[in-house]
């Protein structure tokens, strides 16, 4: 069905059962007390489902690369014997796995940083140390020290992270390295540290072992490499020694989006696309990659050699095998929302998955048999509730799902008609295919009654929740008002001028939704961010004109301060920039007023305003919806109440997911 995709690669030395490579990522067990045995567990179980080659999350190859004071390092003896349970399990399961090297340089986040030269990352704490000529030296020969002692441990090769904006990256690019010696100025001598690396590297492990570049092709920051230069690197590189290039997209400073679900599908293949032609050694292209589908199209066009994906081996370790056995409707997809696994590690938390709690805590959430089969109600066929109908069947349980509208998605419904967000349809569609394969009982357009429940065993209350409605003078009889649930549910078209009461997550989605340009091609996206896709400018960027929307509106917020970020650490800003970008005018410290024909009333520093809105879209959270709260006490015992109609604020459906699984785990 993908011939491409699972078509072996022969590296000469070795050859790969297909051309999926799953990319590295952070998981946080690279620091866990016993994180090598449950990394074991969670690549172990991706080998098992099929993946061509694993590459680890990056570990430094000395203490002053480390990223953060206690990031993991590999670089003793020490480390062999330890890493030895991570290759033996992938081994077992018929995979390959690399270790990744990554020296953050001035991305540290400790005040040992160094770089190139003493130039400070705008994202970053500490201005780093520069590098003396020495310790550039010594840093080769720990990148090669490293590479041997990673094969000891079993490794099949390593990946040298030469991108995102790390210290390879940074001795490259002019933005950062500002040296007068040999290591610097000239274009020659700015690749001269990565090239020694692979060198010293390729020397070190001998001809039968992979070493992959991740090279940044595109770097989107300015003062980047231009196209020519990328490709005399990657040509530079073949003939030291590497085995296989990996694109790497744009640095962490980027002030454009890479991977958010935001980005179109496979927005980037086009880079790799343009250098693949220059060089004889297989290329690898990545970010946004996320169905079989994609991966084969690209693949077929030549594109590239293989493609990587990461976030999409946390949502489903058996994405390869579900391609290669036909059942692609199966694939939990991944989409790209960040919630569970970048947000968590940028908060210094162990990565996991929104739609897929299990990732990362696979020694600590397992699904087994149920001791005894029981007949378990669950009421709502939300994200929490989908998640734990289809866990409790997939143990044996027997199971009905009630569902009071005619379809399930509960919020995610809403959600995958936000621009941008169309890939929850992809969750959707996961769990369609789950009640079917696991053989719950789905009841549609069915309002669960006490006496419905009554013969169940357990009952799982995960109602969801409804938009609040708020107090305020004029509200119900102004035909202005609309609520945001409805507004996007029955597509309720909105005039010129929008007030959105709200600025949280659902506040932002809706005006992003209201703002969005009506049609919004790849090359639309691409040019909006400033992408340059000739590649004629230094990092790919280029001077822009803002796309600003024909639609007048305000995003309000009581409290005072900063608004319009939504909830994600990484993708706040992303929501932020896109609303500045389209003229949106966000008012925080504010009270509402009333609201009548001339507008929506409010008072701002002490001044009455009148906003002249034609819509009013009220996006003030939700609360709880609980059936028949008044007769649960008679449950007492069998009732269980997840995700929303459990607490409605702060609600997200990483938590409302979580939940719904553990539960299932537990009864
Ligand atoms: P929210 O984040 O709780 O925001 C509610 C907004 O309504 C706030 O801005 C609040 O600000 C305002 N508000 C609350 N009570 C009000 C009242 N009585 N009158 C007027 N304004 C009132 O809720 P949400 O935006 O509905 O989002 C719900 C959840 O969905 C969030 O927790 C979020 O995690 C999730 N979500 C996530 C994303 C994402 O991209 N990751 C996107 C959408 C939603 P003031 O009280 O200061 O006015
Ligand atoms: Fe993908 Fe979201 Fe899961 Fe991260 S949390 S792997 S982005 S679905």
Same mark, same amino acid.
């Given at each position: 069905?993908?011939?491409?995709?699972?078509?072996? *690669?022969?590296?000469?030395?070795?050859?790969?059962?297909?051309? /999926? $490579?799953?990319?590295?990522?952070?998981?946080? *067990?690279?620091?866990?007390?016993?994180?090598?045995?449950?990394?074991?567990?969670?690549?172990?179980?991706?080998?098992?489902?099929?993946?061509?080659?694993?590459?680890?999350?990056?570990?430094?190859?000395?203490?002053?690369?480390?990223?953060?004071?206690?990031?993991?390092?590999? &670089?003793?003896?020490?480390? %062999?014997? =330890?890493?030895?349970?991570?290759?033996?399990?992938?081994?077992?399961?018929?995979?390959?796995?690399?270790?990744?090297?990554?020296?953050?340089?001035?991305?540290?986040?400790?005040?040992?940083? $160094?770089?190139?030269?003493?130039?400070?990352?705008?994202?970053?704490?500490?201005?780093?140390?520069?590098?003396?000529?020495?310790?550039?030296?010594?840093?080769?020969?720990?990148?090669?020290? +490293?590479?041997?002692?990673?094969?000891?441990?079993?490794?099949?090769?390593?990946?040298?992270?030469?991108?995102?904006?790390?210290?390879?990256?940074?001795?490259?690019?002019?933005?950062?390295?500002?040296?007068?010696?040999?290591?610097?100025?000239?274009?020659?001598?700015?690749?001269?540290?990565?090239?020694?690396? %692979?060198?010293?590297?390729?020397?070190?492990?001998? +001809?039968?072992?992979?070493?992959?570049?991740? *090279?940044?092709? $595109?770097?989107?920051?300015?003062?980047?490499?231009?196209?020519?230069?990328?490709?005399?690197?990657?040509?530079?590189?073949? +003939? =030291?020694?590497?085995?296989?290039?990996?694109?790497?997209?744009?640095?962490?400073? @980027?002030?454009?989006?890479?991977?958010?679900?935001?980005?179109?599908?496979?927005?980037?293949?086009?880079?790799?696309?343009?250098?693949?032609?220059?060089?004889?050694?297989?290329?690898?292209?990545?970010?946004?990659?996320?169905?079989?589908?994609?991966?084969?199209?690209?693949?077929?066009?030549?594109?590239?050699?293989?493609?990587?994906?990461?976030?999409?081996?946390?949502?489903?370790?058996?994405?390869?095998?579900?391609?290669?056995? +036909?059942?692609?409707?199966?694939?939990?997809?991944?989409?790209?929302?960040?919630?569970?696994?970048?947000?968590?590690?940028?908060?210094?938390?162990?990565?996991?998955?929104? #739609?897929?709690?299990?990732?990362?805590?696979?020694?600590?959430?397992?699904?087994?048999?149920?001791?005894?089969?029981?007949?378990? @109600?669950? #009421?709502?066929?939300?994200?929490?509730?989908?998640?734990?109908?289809?866990?409790?069947?997939?143990?044996?349980?027997? #199971?009905?799902?009630?569902?009071?509208?005619?379809?399930?998605?509960?919020?995610?419904?809403? @959600?995958?008609?936000?621009?941008?967000?169309?890939?929850?349809?992809?969750?959707?569609?996961?769990?369609?295919?789950?009640?079917?394969?696991?053989?719950?009982?789905?009841?549609?357009?069915?309002? @669960?009654?006490?006496?419905?429940?009554?013969?169940?065993?357990?009952?799982?209350?995960?109602?969801?929740?409804?938009?609040?409605?708020?107090?305020?003078?004029?509200?119900?009889?102004?035909?202005?008002?609309?609520?945001?649930?409805?507004?996007?549910?029955?597509?309720?078209? /909105?005039?010129?001028?929008?007030?959105?009461?709200?600025?949280?997550?659902?506040?932002?989605?809706?005006?992003?939704?209201?703002?969005?340009?009506?049609?919004?091609?790849?090359?639309?996206? $691409?040019?909006?961010?400033?992408?340059?896709?000739?590649?004629?400018?230094?990092?790919?960027?280029?001077?822009?004109?803002?796309?600003?929307?024909?639609?007048? #509106?305000?995003?309000?917020?009581?409290?005072?301060?900063?608004?319009?970020?939504?909830?994600?650490?990484?993708?706040?800003?992303?929501?932020?920039?896109?609303?500045?970008?389209?003229? %949106?005018?966000?008012? &925080?410290?504010?009270?509402?007023?009333?609201?009548?024909? !001339?507008?929506?009333?409010?008072?701002?520093?002490?001044?009455?305003?009148?906003?002249?809105?034609?819509?009013?879209?009220?996006?003030?959270?939700?609360?709880?919806?609980?059936?028949?709260?008044?007769?649960?006490?008679?449950?007492?015992?069998?009732?269980?109440?997840?995700?929303?109609?459990?607490?409605?604020?702060?609600?997200?459906?990483?938590?409302?997911?979580?939940?719904?699984?553990?539960?299932?785990? !537990? *009864?």
């Amino acid at each position: 069905m993908y011939p491409h995709l699972l078509e072996p *690669l022969d590296l000469g030395f070795t050859k790969l059962k297909n051309r /999926v $490579l799953m990319g590295s990522m952070h998981t946080g *067990l690279e620091e866990d007390k016993s994180g090598l045995q449950k990394l074991a567990e969670f690549y172990g179980a991706r080998a098992k489902g099929g993946v061509g080659l694993i590459v680890t999350g990056g570990f430094s190859p000395n203490f002053r690369g480390r990223l953060h004071p206690f990031s993991a390092q590999f &670089s003793k003896e020490k480390h %062999v014997n =330890a890493h030895k349970v991570v290759t033996e399990t992938v081994h077992k399961h018929g995979g390959k796995i690399a270790l990744q090297l990554l020296h953050a340089g001035r991305y540290a986040m400790h005040p040992l940083a $160094l770089s190139a030269s003493g130039i400070k990352a705008p994202i970053a704490k500490f201005a780093p140390f520069e590098m003396s000529r020495r310790q550039i030296n010594n840093t080769i020969k720990d990148f090669a020290n +490293s590479a041997k002692l990673a094969q000891q441990a079993g490794y099949d090769g390593v990946e040298i992270m030469g991108s995102e904006g790390y210290l390879i990256n940074q001795f490259i690019c002019s933005r950062t390295n500002a040296r007068y010696d040999e290591w610097g100025g000239s274009y020659e001598n700015r690749i001269r540290f990565a090239l020694e690396i %692979v060198r010293a590297t390729r020397r070190q492990v001998g +001809s039968d072992f992979i070493i992959i570049f991740r *090279l940044s092709m $595109l770097d989107l920051v300015e003062q980047g490499s231009t196209f020519e230069e990328v490709v005399e690197l990657a040509q530079a590189l073949e +003939s =030291a020694g590497v085995t296989l290039i990996n694109t790497g997209i744009g640095w962490h400073e @980027a002030k454009v989006p890479t991977i958010a679900t935001q980005v179109p599908r496979a927005a980037f293949s086009w880079v790799t696309e343009k250098v693949k032609p220059h060089v004889s050694i297989p290329v690898i292209t990545c970010n946004r990659i996320n169905t079989p589908e994609d991966a084969e199209r690209i693949l077929a066009s030549g594109q590239a050699d293989m493609v990587s994906m990461a976030r999409p081996f946390l949502a489903d370790p058996e994405f390869v095998r579900k391609a290669s056995e +036909s059942k692609r409707e199966l694939i939990n997809t991944c989409i790209g929302c960040n919630q569970a696994c970048l947000d968590n590690v940028f908060k210094g938390k162990r990565a996991s998955c929104l #739609v897929n709690p299990i990732a990362c805590y696979e020694t600590e959430l397992k699904i087994t048999p149920a001791d005894k089969a029981k007949r378990i @109600a669950v #009421v709502g066929a939300g994200p929490a509730g989908l998640a734990c109908a289809t866990t409790l069947a997939e143990r044996g349980h027997e #199971v009905e799902l009630f569902e009071k509208n005619d379809r399930i998605g509960g919020q995610f419904r809403l @959600a995958m008609q936000i621009p941008g967000k169309e890939e929850f349809r992809e969750t959707i569609r996961y769990f369609a295919n789950r009640i079917d394969q696991t053989g719950v009982t789905l009841r549609l357009d069915t309002e @669960a009654t006490k006496d419905m429940l009554d013969s169940f065993d357990e009952i799982v209350m995960a109602s969801g929740v409804e938009p609040r409605k708020i107090q305020l003078k004029g509200i119900d009889e102004s035909s202005k008002v609309v609520d945001y649930q409805t507004l996007i549910r029955e597509k309720v078209p /909105v005039g010129e001028r929008v007030a959105v009461i709200g600025a949280g997550g659902i506040g932002v989605d809706v005006a992003s939704m209201i703002t969005e340009p009506q049609e919004h091609t790849l090359e639309d996206w $691409l040019h909006d961010w400033g992408i340059d896709k000739s590649m004629s400018h230094a990092g790919g960027l280029y001077p822009h004109p803002e796309s600003i929307s024909d639609k007048q #509106v305000w995003l309000l917020q009581r409290k005072k301060g900063r608004m319009g970020k939504g909830p994600g650490k990484t993708t706040g800003w992303i929501h932020k920039r896109t609303l500045e970008k389209r003229g %949106v005018e966000m008012l &925080s410290g504010l009270s509402y007023e009333n609201i009548d024909d !001339k507008g929506l009333h409010i008072k701002l520093a002490g001044q009455e305003k009148v906003l002249d809105a034609d819509t009013v879209v009220v996006c003030a959270g939700q609360e709880s919806v609980r059936p028949f709260e008044d007769k649960w006490q008679q449950f007492e015992g069998k009732l269980h109440v997840i995700g929303g109609a459990d607490y409605a604020g702060e609600l997200d459906a990483v938590r409302a997911i979580r939940q719904g699984v553990e539960l299932a785990i !537990k *009864l």
